[in-house]
């Protein structure tokens, strides 16, 4: 070790050394620590050989090399850390990107006829008030999604073949939305309503990868990307209901009810094109999403955790089982949709090299109470089903928890793994980039088998 | 003697596959071990060697686990996977290759050291 006399001293150059080195936001704290090591175990060396303390940091510091040239080799590796850059311009060498304000301009166009594709079933009679619900209630994600793919598709440059399955896969919504002969208001209908914007989110996944589907860090980018995209929609959902409120309040003014105006175009159009507007701003404003989304991640673990074990503690103290009716079980799968995106968020921004930390326990923690959950829920499913036989809400609900229950129980084994230091948490982001399609699977089968099987109720 | 920057960067890999193949080690000791088996003359600029590794880590070929050492002090350790094994042995045959046939090329010539550049294969 340092000689004591002037390890103080050696330890202050220490100190220093670290906050400069930790301004290169491409080399992490961990790694950071790593190069602390090395850094002592050299200056330790050359101690011992007779040079004194500060001779030797300032050797060790020498043979470390150019602290820029290092940082453009962790960034090269850990593009996970910088990876609006990465996704954002394009790599100027190989392929020329759009420009900024064409970007702009297809975004504007597309948010436009989002916007106006809403109304396009009102110009053939179909009213989203009316007569057209049911038209609405189908093809609610086909107004927007098919546009979205289509910006991705542009601005990836997705090759063509790419374009054709995309559009192939689309249209195969459109003819299972709309074929099948729904009793109006059924379960099945309301089922291929939810169902069909999970599946055509694939569609969008595959055009926002650029037909890079296959590798997990592709995967992982658009799992950060619908996180941010959500925080941008709420966001700006949050000030179009501002906007719309100021609006019928100052026509109420001059004696005028605009509320006609606000209902049937103002919010129709408005929630389409701010999808558009949304996806585009997670692309171009990428950082300041990007610090919010680990903090709300972060914020609301513990929370969530905490309501889930409340939930658990009551329903063993007061010792009933829960009282399965159809809003109940929407609610738990919605409650356990929740949990996954939260852990799946929590998973995608992470620091793959870290080890394992408190949160870490924590969110193994918010998994296991997700799963007793689970598991109530699949108890309470069964047993509805076998009273009362099938139904289409039933076996949904039954499907979606049972792929649920298989993700978390690997997750719960693969974190397990990571925290007592027999696995990588590379692994566990694996296991959720590979599990990614089989969500979509799910949803494209409601959609496509569920209708004929049950009779179309 | 200097080795030039691509040859450097390219024999990383093996070297530090070969290392660890002999057992687990960290940052620094695979540095000195590379510099004493080359006799001094193989010297990597030592932070060069850490994007190195994580990307061998984020490959599979070698998995990191942090330890504290007798001394108290924390270090990040490396050791080889099976799949780091099979690249070893896969890198091992293409250096090799380029080895022998780098011998049978300058076997031929007179003396690489000063002709320049040798010319095209020898003796047909």
Request: proline share 4%; charged share 15%.
């Amino acid at each position: 070790m340092v000689a004591s006399a002037s390890g103080d001293s050696f330890e202050q150059m220490i100190g220093q050394w670290r906050t400069y080195v930790r301004r290169h936001p491409s080399i992490h704290p961990r790694d950071v620590d790593e190069l602390e090591s090395h850094l002592r175990d050299q200056a330790a060396a050359l101690v011992s050989v007779g040079l004194a303390a500060d001779e030797a940091f300032l050797v060790a510091i020498k043979r470390i090399g150019n602290l820029d040239a290092l940082s453009r080799e962790f960034a090269r590796e850990h593009s996970e850390r910088l990876w609006k850059q990465l996704v954002l311009v394009p790599d100027a060498s190989s392929e020329p990107g759009h420009s900024a304000f064409q970007d702009r301009i297809v975004m504007v166009g597309l948010a436009a006829g989002a916007a106006l594709a809403i109304k396009i079933p009102e110009l053939f009679g179909l009213h989203l008030l009316g007569d057209g619900q049911q038209v609405y209630t189908r093809n609610l994600s086909l107004f927007v999604l098919p546009l979205l793919t289509a910006y991705f598709a542009w601005k990836r440059r997705v090759p063509l073949v790419v374009c054709w399955q995309l559009v192939l896969l689309l249209a195969a919504a459109a003819v299972f939305a709309n074929v099948f002969p729904f009793v109006p208001g059924g379960h099945t209908e309301t089922l291929t309503a939810l169902h069909l914007p999970i599946a055509l989110w694939l569609a969008v996944g595959l055009a926002y990868v650029g037909g890079h589907w296959r590798t997990s860090s592709g995967r992982m980018h658009f799992v950060r990307f619908s996180g941010e995209m959500f925080i941008y929609y709420v966001l700006i959902a949050l000030g179009g209901g501002v906007l719309t409120f100021f609006i019928v309040q100052m026509f109420a003014l001059i004696g005028l009810d605009v509320r006609w105006a606000a209902q049937l175009w103002v919010l129709p159009c408005g929630a389409m094109g701010a999808l558009v507007v949304a996806a585009w701003l997670v692309e171009a404003k990428q950082s300041v999403i990007e610090n919010m989304a680990p903090v709300l991640t972060r914020l609301f673990t513990p929370l969530f955790t905490a309501a889930l074990l409340a939930f658990l503690a009551t329903m063993a103290w007061t010792g009933g089982g829960i009282d399965v009716t159809r809003e109940v079980l929407i609610g738990f799968d919605l409650l356990l949709v929740v949990v996954l995106g939260l852990l799946l968020y929590a998973v995608s921004a992470r620091d793959l090299q870290a080890p394992p930390d408190a949160f870490d326990a924590l969110q193994l923690l918010l998994v296991v109470s997700a799963l007793v959950v689970d598991t109530v829920a699949l108890f309470a499913i069964t047993a509805r089903i076998s009273e009362f036989g099938f139904s289409p809400n039933k076996v949904a609900a039954l499907g979606e928890n049972l792929i649920l229950f298989v993700n978390l129980s690997w997750s719960a084994w693969l974190y397990a793994r990571f925290l007592s230091g027999r696995g990588s948490f590379a692994a566990l982001t694996q296991w959720q980039t590979a599990y990614l399609p089989v969500y979509a699977a799910w949803a494209a089968l409601v959609v496509v088998v569920f209708p004929p099987l049950f009779g179309y109720v | 003697m200097e080795l030039g920057k691509d040859l450097v960067a390219a024999s990383a890999t093996p070297l530090v596959l070969t290392l660890l193949a002999g057992g687990d080690s960290y940052g620094y000791a695979i540095i000195k071990r590379v510099s004493e088996l080359s006799g001094g003359q193989l010297k990597w600029t030592d932070g060069m060697l850490y994007p190195v590794l994580h990307r061998l880590e984020r490959l599979g070929h070698i998995a990191a686990r942090w330890e504290v050492s007798e001394s108290g002090r924390r270090r990040k350790y490396y050791r080889i996977t099976r799949q780091g094994r099979a690249q070893l042995s896969s890198q091992r045959r293409q250096w090799q290759l380029v080895d022998a046939t780098l011998r049978t090329i300058w076997a031929g010539t007179s003396s690489p050291m000063t002709s320049g550049i040798a010319p095209a294969l020898p003796g047909h």
